[in-house]
């Protein structure tokens, strides 16, 4: 009797394939301003890429992520500031033939009632479904790997009420790959989602003249997550500096932290 192991491999990111013949063609991440009483309509664009049919199945989960790299899916009202209950899918499953594509639709219903302005979010997981052929001919082990989409549905509320908090968790520099990497934990303890980005000014501990600006790519932060944002410092000789690092969201709200850095040969 073959025993079935399957290993899930979650997308949160556009684009990225890992063999899979289910492709999300339009985004992974769907950000809506919202007013109460208002319905607001989307879709999920879906590629089977494969030379043969594909099920798949879409449900609903809670969502978070943190800087150490963990990511929490769990099931809906985990997190307090969902809005599985706003969002309703046309259908939970769709049998795509040899490289089709359709649209799976959903609606986004705010609620009348006053709810407290900032972000409201979850995730739509696009996974397809394996047909499981149970066989005694072998013994063993199957290993399968799925990989699933989770395409965050982010509504903000009264927006403009809220700005975002950013935290700076942790500063450390880890060698990879030969490289020195600065990693920058940065938390969003506000109420809405922003997308910051972290620059680094690095000046000469003695003379304190500037020898370097680093600059990280913009990151979607949702309220209470925390992300790594790395920044490459290789071309910084080994020495202990001064650094004042820098998050700035897109509406250029800044938060700052002085920090000591020592980069070293090893």
Known sequence: ???????????????????????????????????????????????????????????????????????????????????TDWIKLNTNFITLKAKEKTEVYYEITIPNQAINPGSYWSVIIVEPVEDIKPTDSKQGVNITSIVRYAIQVITDYDSEKVKPDLKFESVKIDKEEGKQILKIAIANKGEIYCKPFASIEIYNKKSGQKVGTFSTQAMGLLPTTSK???????????????????????????????????????
């Open 228 to 266: 790594s944002f790395p920044i490459d410092i290789s071309k910084m000789p080994p020495d202990k500096y001064n650094a004042v690092i820098i998050a700035t969201d897109e509406d250029e709200n800044a938060f700052a932290l002085n920090v000591e850095l020592e980069v070293k040969n090893d």
């Open 1 to 83: 009797m073959i025993k079935r192991i399957s290993f899930f491999t979650f997308l949160i990111l556009p684009f990225v394939f890992l063999h899979a013949s289910i492709v999300v063609l339009n985004g992974l991440t769907h950000n809506y301003k919202v007013e109460n009483g208002q319905v607001y309509k989307g879709k999920i664009a879906i590629e089977n890429t494969a030379n043969k049919p594909q099920n798949v199945k879409l449900f609903l989960q809670d969502f978070a992520y943190h800087a150490d790299g963990t990511i929490n899916y769990t099931t809906p009202h985990t997190n307090e500031r969902t809005n």
